[in-house]
């Protein structure tokens, strides 16, 4: 998979994805948005317009990039359990992560978003510019 | 043709190349193409589970067997990784412990959601065979994602 990074200002950027995301992948993802963050950025747009396929890998991915946009320390990756349980919990509390938010899914992965419930606690919109807005 | 087989090294380097198999083999076998995302799913979610949780970076193989059945697409994949059932996974549950946990993860919630056919058995020596079995048609599949 192949990552792009557009930085929109010091605190925004946008990770654009190309390919496949799953699990010889996935961490690599969540390694890139932590750096980003610890450069100072706090708005995390990941555009998967290009994003061909998406695994329960990456949705572990999401969520720790998730938490780690929220300031908090990103779960343990193999733990896909806790992860989803994590998930689960904030949909059922109504929290939302404002500083992490998802662009333009396909009609696969955006269907994998609702099943899971991911979409109920980030932010997700039809293309890159209206994520960049919020 | 009426089946596919292939055999790979079990790594998750072979991922992509698993995908790529079941594309091209549910275009052979007339698998409507909105059906088709989701039975990628099933293959890639167990496969990663034997690689990660069965054979836990020991060497090893992966064999997926590939047929049309009628109206279903099934898919055989064996190992040789230790035994493990996931009918033995628990359900979605909140309140479960994490060292409760059981070997494998979110990936078998999705395959269960993904496919009609979701059956295990123990090979006599040793390993696992998985049956996986989703209609080849997109609509009356079960689950929401294709």
Same mark, same amino acid.
């Given at each position: 998979?192949?990552?792009?990074?557009?930085?929109?200002?010091?605190?925004?950027?946008?990770?654009?994805?190309?390919?496949?995301?799953?699990?010889?992948?996935?961490?690599?993802?969540?390694?890139?948005?932590?750096?980003?963050?610890?450069?100072?950025?706090?708005?995390?747009?990941?555009?998967?317009?290009?994003?061909?396929?998406?695994?329960?890998?990456?949705?572990?991915?999401?969520?720790?990039?998730?938490?780690?946009?929220?300031?908090?320390?990103?779960?343990?990756?193999?733990?896909?359990?806790?992860?989803?349980?994590?998930?689960?919990?904030?949909?059922?509390?109504?929290?939302?992560?404002?500083?992490?938010?998802?662009?333009?899914?396909?009609?696969?992965?955006?269907?994998?978003?609702?099943?899971?419930?991911?979409?109920?606690?980030?932010?997700?919109?039809?293309?890159?510019?209206?994520?960049?807005?919020? | 043709?009426? @089946?596919?087989?292939?055999?790979?090294?079990?790594?998750?380097?072979?991922?992509? &190349? +698993?995908?790529?198999? /079941? #594309?091209?083999? !549910?275009?052979?076998?007339?698998?409507?193409?909105?059906?088709?995302?989701?039975?990628?799913?099933?293959?890639?979610?167990?496969?990663?589970?034997?690689?990660?949780?069965?054979?836990?970076? @020991?060497?090893?193989?992966?064999?997926?067997?590939?047929?049309?059945?009628?109206? &279903? +697409?099934?898919?055989? /994949? #064996?190992?040789? !990784?230790?035994?493990?059932?996931p009918?033995?996974a628990?359900?979605?549950?909140?309140?479960?412990?994490?060292?409760?946990?059981?070997?494998g993860?979110?990936g078998i919630a999705?395959i269960?959601?993904?496919?009609?056919?979701?059956?295990?058995?123990?090979?006599?020596?040793?390993?696992?065979?998985?049956?996986? #079995?989703?209609? !080849?048609?997109?609509?009356?599949?079960?689950?929401?994602?294709?």
């Amino acid at each position: 998979m192949k990552t792009t990074i557009d930085r929109v200002s010091d605190s925004v950027a946008v990770l654009a994805m190309d390919g496949e995301l799953d699990a010889s992948n996935y961490q690599a993802l969540i390694d890139t948005g932590q750096s980003l963050y610890g450069e100072g950025v706090r708005t995390l747009v990941l555009d998967l317009s290009d994003l061909k396929y998406m695994s329960s890998s990456g949705l572990v991915a999401v969520h720790s990039l998730a938490l780690v946009y929220r300031g908090e320390a990103p779960p343990d990756p193999e733990a896909g359990w806790q992860a989803f349980h994590a998930v689960q919990a904030d949909a059922d509390s109504g929290v939302r992560h404002e500083s992490l938010r998802l662009a333009a899914p396909s009609d696969d992965i955006g269907t994998m978003l609702d099943r899971t419930g991911i979409n109920r606690f980030l932010p997700v919109f039809a293309d890159r510019d209206s994520a960049l807005a919020g | 043709m009426t @089946a596919t087989d292939l055999h790979v090294e079990a790594s998750l380097d072979e991922l992509a &190349d +698993i995908r790529a198999h /079941i #594309r091209s083999a !549910a275009e052979t076998f007339g698998v409507d193409p909105a059906a088709v995302g989701g039975l990628v799913q099933a293959v890639d979610e167990w496969v990663t589970n034997v690689i990660v949780h069965g054979y836990q970076g @020991a060497a090893g193989q992966v064999h997926i067997h590939v047929q049309r059945d009628g109206n &279903d +697409i099934v898919v055989r /994949i #064996r190992d040789s !990784a230790p035994v493990f059932d996931p009918a033995t996974a628990p359900a979605f549950d909140p309140d479960l412990p994490l060292e409760r946990r059981p070997l494998g993860g979110l990936g078998i919630a999705l395959i269960r959601e993904l496919c009609t056919v979701f059956d295990h058995r123990a090979l006599p020596d040793g390993g696992n065979e998985v049956t996986l #079995r989703r209609p !080849a048609a997109a609509a009356g599949r079960k689950g929401v994602a294709t």
